[in-house]
């Protein structure tokens, strides 16, 4: 049985940092890309970050380029987003999402996500 469960959201001041934890399993998740998605009240889920098989490729949002740097443990099946200088636009449910066919560039579309996870709440407040 798939399970992709994310922790570590909270509530934090603007410029503060989180450290979003992704740990999955039920699947071959050294083949799987993994990413983080969000979705604020009322808008769209948005793409966030990516990350390839071995962590040595990554796409980000212009919006976190630069603030939020994603990361993976093979060992341990984890994804981490690290996100420092947050701002209260960053609020949202954060999502972690794997696509089981990992090879290539990390995808940027939710609609290459296999599975996903129940979301963990971001708060920032300015």
């Known amino acids: 049985q798939v399970q992709v469960v994310e922790s570590g959201g909270g509530l934090v001041q603007a410029g503060g940092s989180l450290r979003l934890s992704c740990a999955a399993s039920g699947f071959t998740f050294s083949s799987a890309g993994m990413g983080w998605f969000r979705q604020a009240p009322g808008k769209e889920r948005e793409f966030v970050a990516a990350?390839?098989?071995?962590?040595?490729?990554?796409n980000y949002a212009d919006s976190v380029k630069g603030r939020f740097t994603i990361s993976r443990d093979n060992a341990k099946n984890m994804v981490y987003l690290q996100m420092n200088s947050l701002k209260p636009e960053d609020t949202a449910v954060y999502y972690c999402?794997?696509?089981?066919w990992g090879y290539g560039s990390p995808s940027v579309q939710p609609d290459r996500y296999d599975w996903w996870g129940q979301g963990t709440q971001v708060t920032v407040s300015s």
């Open positions: 990350i390839g098989l071995n962590g040595g490729r990554t």
């Open positions: 999402a794997a696509n089981r």
